[in-house]
């Protein structure tokens, strides 16, 4: 059996092959928006009887390969050796451990995705995080929603760009004239510069959702910064605006990762509905989950990549019906928190 080692790095994607009986084939390179790429050399190389290995650090290939039919396995900070600043274990190595320490991974699924077997620790650092929440909501640092004064609502949408879904979203954003904001994650933003400047030029905001969709838990100091000031670099390049909004992949945080954020003058934009849509539940419960509850001052999860999105993108004009229909104005995160 064959195991596919994919890392990321600061240009995309590193790919590397060991079978079994020690048979190693060299590392390939990638574009981070070239996933059909992935699926179709790994098809040639290995055939069908081969497990992906991705670390923690690498939140964006397990729904797209997995759709694809193939195995993706995860290599936690204890099954691999330790990262250097810039954050990645070199797809090499990751093949060894799928090679030698399969049993030791564990294999993501659609019900938990990327985090699969880590759901009850993620809720259990983010309860442990409330002290810090408060004190930096205090200072302007953190929201999970904005004021209420005004009847307002912010949609937003992470893990692109990715097209075709980016350009769908945007189209249906411009024909009901609403604005949202985009948490992009800066290997996307990095392959896909024209849609970044597409959605700035359409008036909408942007934000930082790292480089590579980690759990930020998993992260040293020096690894964080790295992945918020990489993904800013090449926003800014495109936009000529330093992102001062940030949101960590899956809502993830502990107080020490939440004050990393803060020293950089970043505040996390967290929310209080989430649609759902990253595990394709069906338009009825994407429109449902994100118009549920929904007051003054929300801020709705919704997601344009990676993988399928076509949910995402039929409910969206329901979504904005009903929100309109409610009394609702959509506004920006920026403009949301402005109360203006």
Same mark, same amino acid.
């Given at each position: 059996?064959?195991?596919?080692?994919?890392?990321?790095?600061?240009?995309?994607?590193?790919?590397?092959?060991?079978?079994? @009986?020690?048979?190693?084939?060299? #590392?390939?390179?990638? !574009?981070?928006? /070239? &996933?059909?790429?992935?699926?179709?050399?790994? $098809?040639?190389?290995?055939?069908?009887?081969?497990?992906?290995?991705?670390?923690?650090?690498?939140?964006?290939?397990?729904?797209?390969?997995?759709?694809?039919?193939?195995?993706?396995?995860?290599?936690?900070?204890?099954?691999?050796?330790?990262?250097?600043?810039?954050?990645?274990?070199?797809?090499?190595?990751?093949?060894?451990?799928?090679?030698?320490?399969?049993?030791?991974?564990?294999?993501?699924d659609d019900s938990a995705g990327a985090l699969t077997g880590r759901e009850g620790e993620l809720r259990r650092v983010i309860a442990a995080s409330s002290s810090a929440e408060a004190a930096l909501a205090g200072r302007g640092l953190l929201v999970t929603r904005g004021p209420g004064a005004a009847?307002?609502?912010?949609?937003?949408? @992470?893990?692109?760009?990715?097209? #075709?879904?980016?350009? !769908?979203?945007? /189209? &249906?954003?411009?024909?009901?004239?609403?604005? $949202?904001?985009?948490?992009?994650?800066?290997?996307?933003?990095?392959?896909?510069?024209?849609?970044?400047?597409?959605?700035?030029?359409?008036?909408?905001?942007?934000?930082?959702?790292?480089?590579?969709?980690?759990?930020?838990?998993?992260?040293?100091?020096?690894?964080?910064?790295?992945?918020?000031?990489?993904?800013?670099?090449?926003?800014?390049?495109?936009?000529?605006?330093?992102?001062?909004?940030?949101?960590?992949?899956?809502?993830?945080?502990?107080?020490?990762?939440?004050?990393?954020?803060?020293?950089?003058?970043?505040?996390?934009?967290?929310?209080?509905?989430?649609?759902?849509?990253?595990?394709?539940?069906?338009?009825?419960?994407?429109?449902?989950?994100?118009?549920?509850?929904?007051?003054?001052?929300?801020?709705?999860?919704?997601?344009?990549?990676?993988? /399928?999105?076509?949910?995402?993108?039929?409910?969206?004009?329901?979504?904005?019906?009903?929100?309109?229909?409610?009394?609702?104005?959509?506004?920006?995160?920026?403009?949301?928190?402005?109360?203006?």
């Amino acid at each position: 059996m064959w195991s596919a080692g994919i890392t990321w790095n600061t240009e995309g994607y590193e790919l590397a092959c060991v079978h079994d @009986d020690g048979c190693r084939v060299p #590392p390939v390179e990638f !574009r981070a928006n /070239d &996933v059909q790429g992935i699926v179709r050399y790994l $098809a040639e190389t290995c055939g069908a009887d081969v497990a992906v290995v991705v670390d923690s650090t690498n939140g964006l290939l397990d729904g797209p390969l997995r759709n694809a039919g193939l195995c993706v396995l995860r290599a936690d900070p204890w099954n691999v050796p330790p990262r250097p600043d810039d954050g990645f274990v070199p797809a090499l190595e990751l093949a060894r451990c799928g090679a030698v320490a399969r049993g030791c991974l564990t294999e993501t699924d659609d019900s938990a995705g990327a985090l699969t077997g880590r759901e009850g620790e993620l809720r259990r650092v983010i309860a442990a995080s409330s002290s810090a929440e408060a004190a930096l909501a205090g200072r302007g640092l953190l929201v999970t929603r904005g004021p209420g004064a005004a009847r307002r609502v912010a949609l937003t949408f @992470d893990d692109g760009p990715a097209q #075709p879904y980016t350009d !769908r979203v945007l /189209d &249906v954003l411009r024909d009901y004239g609403v604005p $949202a904001t985009f948490f992009c994650v800066g290997l996307h933003a990095h392959a896909d510069p024209a849609s970044v400047a597409r959605i700035a030029e359409a008036g909408h905001s942007v934000g930082n959702h790292t480089w590579s969709h980690p759990y930020v838990p998993d992260l040293a100091r020096d690894e964080l910064l790295f992945q918020l000031e990489s993904t800013n670099r090449s926003i800014a390049a495109v936009t000529g605006a330093v992102p001062r909004c940030a949101r960590p992949p899956y809502g993830a945080r502990t107080p020490e990762t939440l004050g990393w954020f803060a020293d950089q003058g970043m505040t996390t934009v967290l929310w209080d509905r989430d649609s759902g849509d990253w595990a394709a539940p069906g338009i009825p419960a994407i429109v449902d989950n994100a118009i549920a509850g929904v007051t003054s001052g929300s801020v709705i999860l919704m997601h344009d990549g990676p993988g /399928d999105r076509s949910q995402t993108v039929a409910a969206l004009p329901r979504v904005i019906e009903a929100l309109v229909q409610d009394g609702y104005e959509l506004v920006t995160v920026d403009r949301l928190l402005a109360g203006d």
